[in-house]
């Protein structure tokens, strides 16, 4: 298989490559110090397993192979981790393949016989049981045929049109691959559904107000670079709209 090892600290890169290139059955074709460089090589090198550490710098393991499920033929995964308890466990009640720090050749052999991909579901399950934040910082988009994240911190708002979701954030809009209940569930601290087809970020709301025709309206800071389009508010939504502006 080829295998893509991800690692912040180099000394732990050098020891799995080392190990692989000693077993003569695997190659290493690339090497990242994190996840968005992990993302990046994994996209142009396809690899067939990704040898990932969980706990890196800017976007962690958990968050790295979520978005993997990005990628049209997505990578299997192996975590590799210092010793945590919980974390294991969660590994192990979910059929996770993991590896312990210091790295062992048995354990090494035996999780790359186990590797597999992970839904987010799974990784989700993880986080939750581990103690890991379930929530990524980021949500990933094509554009021009290259994977870009977006952080969760820019984005104004998503919505729904029939089976695509559109992200509006600081830098413009793209299309992204999930739902918007997923988007709802994922980020309901910080994002509030306004009608059936849209989650507007509580902390970009600037105010309420009534249009001609008697409906609520949602005014946004900084809204589509400065296009004021009206975004109303359903009926249904109107009241946990005003509950969540009490608590902002």
């Known amino acids: ?19 692989i290139g000693d077993s003569g059955e695997h190659s290493v074709v690339g090497e990242a110090g994190n996840g968005q460089q992990a993302l990046l090589m994994a996209e142009k090198l396809r690899p067939d397993v990704v040898l990932l550490d969980i706990r890196m710098p800017g976007i962690d393991g958990i968050e790295t192979a979520q978005h993997f499920n990005a990628f049209d033929d997505p990578p299997a995964v192996v975590f590799t981790t210092a010793y945590d308890e919980y974390a294991i466990q969660a590994f192990e009640a979910n059929a996770v393949g993991y590896i312990l720090k210091p790295v062992r050749r048995e354990r090494l052999d035996k999780a790359l016989r186990q590797a597999a991909r992970l839904s987010r579901e799974k990784l989700g399950a993880v986080a939750a049981q581990s103690g890991m934040p379930e929530q990524r910082a980021h949500v990933c988009t094509r554009r021009q045929g290259e994977l870009k994240l977006i952080p969760i911190t820019d984005v104004l708002r998503f919505v729904a049109d029939q089976k695509y979701v559109t992200v509006i954030h600081n830098n413009g ?37 009534r249009n001609d025709d008697g409906q609520l309206e949602v005014r946004l800071r900084d809204h589509d670079k400065g296009r004021q389009l009206p975004l109303i508010v359903s009926r249904r939504h109107v009241a946990e709209l005003r509950r969540r502006l009490k608590g902002k």
């Open 173 to 209: 809009e793209d299309l992204i691959d999930d739902s918007l209940k997923s988007l709802e569930k994922e980020f309901a601290a910080q994002f509030v559904r306004i009608h059936r087809g849209a989650l507007v970020a509580v902390s970009r709301i600037e105010a309420l107000s």
């Open 1 to 19: 298989m080829n295998i893509l090892i991800v690692d912040d600290e180099a000394p732990a890169r050098d020891r799995l490559r080392q190990m």
